[in-house]
């Protein structure tokens, strides 16, 4: 099989690594590898794992709010370097008030990287995101932030006037989604026992979405690897000349262009770029890849010299929080060693 160094790393990570995953690699816009492992948890109500398996996609979510910011930029309806606070009111007089779009996509805006769930058990979550303090000043740093897109969440809300899930319906169709019903809940991997919701299953795993009820703008969707090799083939087939979808061409390749320079991960428009060799897509893709990661065990990377993509889903997190980079790295590794390069 063409794909079997990639199928033995994933095989011989079930129930070690992950109880379930889902792995999607497309060359040249076409699927080239999918398969599933395993089932969605370890224990009798566990159920087999399918290639349409949703997951939670935990800070994939990104991408998927990150494409309808920019929708709402390509219809005029948001400017990527106004200032928010027009939407935002409470940003007005507060060294907030220069946060823009851009800012926020790109993790410049000198907002928190989050909050301990813990600590904010009995606030509103939305509102302590907009009035936490800033930790620098807008546009000087790369902060990873929750909170920054949550505030972007909370921009596309008012500018719509529906709520986030509603404005992510309206775009993507039935999947990916918010909330998966009662009925789909078990055929959702489990992720973590986390001493505080017991067995965490089709219910968000990030506290601070759990707690907004589900939606939010940096986690909360769930979905499959189709799902997420169609968004990320937006930005792919764009760079290498297939027609642009969601978003018109100039603004699908800004959006995978160095957008803030950092020593551990630069920055695009919601993407991360590969920056060095340590980074989860490994070794051999190129510096010009782009990517993203989710804390349950969700990746994607795609190649634009190669033409290539690869998703990643699991729930990672089932046995515990131990660093998947190794694991992911390896599985980047072998998906570029079985595509030929020509």
Request: aromatic letters at 8%; proline letters at 4%; one cysteine or more.
């Amino acid at each position: 099989m063409r794909f079997q160094p990639v199928h033995e790393i994933l095989r011989e990570a079930i129930g070690i690594e992950f109880t379930a995953a889902v792995a999607r690699v497309q060359h040249r816009g076409s699927v080239v590898f999918e398969r599933a492992y395993g089932v969605t948890r370890d224990d009798a109500l566990g159920r087999e794992v399918y290639a349409d398996t949703p997951f939670d996609l935990a800070s994939l979510t990104k991408l998927f709010v990150s494409t309808l910011a920019l929708q709402a930029v390509a219809a005029g309806t948001l400017e990527l370097d106004a200032p928010l606070s027009r939407v935002i009111p409470e940003w007005s007089g507060r060294s907030h008030a220069a946060i823009t779009p851009r800012m926020l996509l790109a993790h410049t805006s000198g907002m928190n990287s989050g909050a301990d769930y813990r600590a904010i058990l009995d606030e509103n979550v939305e509102a302590f995101a907009l009035s936490a303090e800033l930790v620098a000043k807008p546009g000087d740093r790369v902060i990873y932030s929750d909170l920054g897109f949550v505030a972007l969440g909370v921009a596309l809300e008012r500018t719509y006037g529906r709520s986030l899930a509603a404005v992510a319906r309206g775009s993507f169709g039935r999947s990916p989604i918010f909330r998966p019903r009662a009925t789909q809940r078990l055929d959702v991997p489990a992720t973590e026992d986390d001493g505080w919701r017991g067995r965490v299953q089709g219910f968000v795993h990030d506290e601070k979405a759990y707690l907004m009820g589900g939606v939010a703008g940096h986690a909360g969707l769930f979905g499959t690897a189709a799902d997420v090799a169609a968004l990320t083939e937006c930005y792919l087939g764009p760079l290498r000349g297939r027609r642009a979808t969601l978003l018109p061409r100039d603004l699908a390749r800004e959006a995978t262009a160095l957008q803030a320079d950092d020593p551990v991960l630069r920055r695009g428009l919601g993407w991360a770029l590969k920056t060095t060799d340590e980074n989860s897509c490994g070794r051999r893709m190129d510096f010009s890849s782009f990517g993203h990661t989710g804390f349950v065990g969700t990746c994607v990377w795609a190649d634009p010299v190669r033409d290539l993509q690869g998703v990643l889903l699991t729930n990672g997190v089932y046995f515990g929080r131990a660093d998947m980079r190794d694991l992911r790295a390896s599985f980047y590794e072998a998906m570029v060693q079985c595509v030929p390069s020509a």
